[in-house]
């Protein structure tokens, strides 16, 4: 077996060790010479030198090993900083600086390097328009009756009511500030000599993107009318109509739900002051918007509930703008630009 032979051979060798000490023994009996310790450190000397060779070699790859570690390391660290470099926008970018908080200067990707002066020419100013004249303050408008003015600023259109006990120049007045949509108005006496010397000055704010126009509707045209048909309730949950949300229970039939979207709009225009009358037939509804909110979206309907309530809103009677005001023929924005 392999195993006998190994331990033979480990045997033998260990014995030949003990012979030749034995040998280096007796040569040296009598001289005071340790023979066996004298070729132990002549061996020793002889191997050192070799051995201290083969440990510099050892070290010197250890360190190299070592060293190329550090060095892929280091090229990982400049690879991600060059990845990150890869759009030449990120290197090829100017600073800019402005000497006047009033200008501010950003440098694109195209900018070139160089010095630029600004020079203003004009300060912007608010928009301005002036009315024709009135005879007093508290004029009579529109035969007393309820009117509309129909304010659009920067495109976006804005109704304004002015109701028929505040029909005058000054109740127009009232009725544009209290809207507070980005216009002021004011009357003013230019005691100018003639029989109209008062006047409504409106000013804007600001800027290009705050420019208005300013119409009448004399209150002749028609109002929309929508039809809106409802269904029972299968489960309780919210529906909602014309964005005002309505809770219903399992089991309301079509007029339950119907009078409940009913009371919840009322609620809404009271308190916004729309207006609107709404009558009720079973599960319809008829809405009724006034005029003053011209042409509106036909209400939507959604059961986000999950309640089974079914809804669908149709026009029945579209809306038609009255007349401008026989003061005000002409929208504002034709209307004399004040003076300055």
């Not at 040569?27 to 070729?39: F, K, N, Q, W």
């Not at 009358?277 to 036909?298: C, P, R, Y």
């Not at 029945?316 to 004399?336: D, E, Q, V």
Request: aromatic share 4%; with cysteine; net charge neutral.
């Amino acid at each position: 077996m392999a195993l006998s032979t190994e331990s033979s051979t480990s045997a033998a060798t260990a014995t030949s060790k003990a012979a030749a000490r034995s040998v280096m023994t007796k040569l040296g009996t009598g001289s005071g010479v340790d023979t066996a310790s004298l070729a132990e450190s002549l061996v020793e000397a002889e191997k050192a030198p070799r051995k201290n060779m083969l440990d510099a070699a050892i070290q010197r790859g250890e360190n190299r090993i070592a060293g190329y570690s550090a060095m892929l390391l280091n090229l990982d660290t400049i690879r991600t900083a060059f990845r990150a470099l890869d759009d030449p926008a990120d290197v090829n970018t100017l600073q800019s600086s402005s000497s006047s908080t009033a200008v501010g200067v950003t440098a694109g990707t195209s900018a070139t390097t160089g010095a630029h002066s600004i020079e203003v020419l004009q300060l912007a100013k608010p928009q301005k328009r002036v009315s024709a004249g009135f005879a007093a303050a508290d004029t009579r408008l529109n035969g007393g009756q309820e009117f509309y003015l129909r304010l659009a600023v920067n495109g976006t259109n804005q109704n304004v009511r002015v109701s028929g006990a505040n029909a005058t120049p000054q109740g127009m007045v009232n009725a544009i500030n209290n809207a507070k949509l980005g216009v002021s108005a004011q009357l003013v006496n230019t005691n100018d000599g003639t029989a109209n010397p008062f006047k409504i000055v409106l000013t804007g704010t600001e800027g290009a993107q705050n420019a208005f126009t300013l119409s009448t509707d004399d209150g002749s045209g028609t109002a929309e009318v929508q039809s809106l048909s409802l269904g029972a309730a299968a489960r309780a949950g919210n529906i909602t109509v014309g964005g005002v949300t309505v809770a219903g229970n399992a089991g309301d039939t079509a007029a339950i739900v119907a009078t409940k979207v009913k009371a919840a709009l009322e609620a809404d225009s009271d308190k916004k002051g729309l207006g609107r009358t709404i009558s009720q037939a079973g599960g319809q509804l008829t809405i009724n918007f006034s005029k003053f909110e011209g042409d509106v979206a036909t209400l939507a309907f959604a059961d986000g509930g999950n309640t089974g309530v079914t809804g669908s809103a149709s026009v029945t009677t579209a809306y038609a703008a009255g007349a401008r005001a026989a003061w005000c023929r002409s929208p504002c924005n034709g209307c004399r630009r004040a003076p300055g």
